[in-house]
């Protein structure tokens, strides 16, 4: 099956900082990508939609500015949480949408990122 | 927008008895999809249906969409150990129910 990784999978920094996280699909391309938060015993939150070569889409409420997103090549997203604080300590989680097959809409997900914010 | 509800938030069994979670969504979905994600784990994709009425079988797991399309069940029969974790249902916009949180007792 298709495999998405995922770095770090654990960071902790400090207030004020920014935290860069790298989501990449290996065996295949994608041009869309999604980046997700993901809070202790809660579901998975959309944030927004990576595409490849254009501006992301982000979901209402989150903050574009705040999180930075870039899908430079089909194989690299990239989500960088700036001035971090603590309130944003979550498990972050990407996926990625490969070639559309059969009809199917399969997201594969990355081993997911925590974030702790000190 | 697009709202999915999950039932039940919890369920504890007995190793052996069966489990059903059950999603509901707000609209009519062109799919759904399931998921599981393990204690610590990434999401980790089941099946997606897309017919009305469809029913598909992976094993002991058994999925239905609604006639309606607009809810979904989950079914395992005679839950083993490594069923642990929380199943997801996810709409066509993305939208992930709550979870149901399945903890199988040996």
């Known amino acids: 099956g298709a495999v998405v990784s995922q770095h770090p999978s654990r960071v902790i920094c400090k207030s004020g900082t920014s935290v860069k996280i790298e989501c990449r699909s290996l065996d295949f391309q994608a041009t869309t990508m999604f980046w997700y938060r993901q809070f202790p015993k809660q579901s998975l939150m959309l944030m927004a939609t990576?595409?490849?070569?254009?501006?992301?889409?982000?979901e209402q409420g989150v903050e574009k500015d705040k999180f930075l997103i870039n899908h430079a090549s089909l194989t690299l997203s990239t989500l960088t949480v700036t001035s971090a604080h603590p309130e944003d300590s979550s498990f972050y989680i990407c996926?990625?949408?490969?070639?559309?097959?059969?009809?199917?809409?399969?997201?594969?997900f990355g081993p997911g990122t925590r974030l702790t914010v000190l | 927008g697009q709202q999915v509800m999950q039932i039940p938030q919890y369920q504890h069994v007995q190793e052996g008895e069966d489990f059903t979670t059950y999603c509901n969504s707000s609209?009519?979905?062109?799919?759904i999809q399931w998921y599981k994600q393990r204690p610590g784990g990434h999401p980790v994709f089941l099946i997606q249906?897309?017919?009305?009425?469809e029913v598909k079988k992976q094993k002991r797991l058994t999925f239905q969409f609604g006639e309606a399309k607009k809810n979904s069940s989950l079914h395992i029969t005679a839950t083993q150990t490594t069923d642990v974790g929380t199943y997801f249902c996810?709409?066509?916009?993305?939208?992930f129910g709550s979870g149901t949180q399945l903890t199988v007792l040996p």
């Open positions: 996926s990625a949408l490969p070639p559309r097959t059969r009809g199917t809409d399969t997201q594969y």
């Open positions: 990576s595409n490849e070569g254009s501006k992301a889409t982000y």
């Open positions: 996810a709409g066509s916009q993305l939208t």
């Open positions: 249906l897309v017919k009305s009425g």
């Open positions: 609209t009519t979905l062109s799919n």
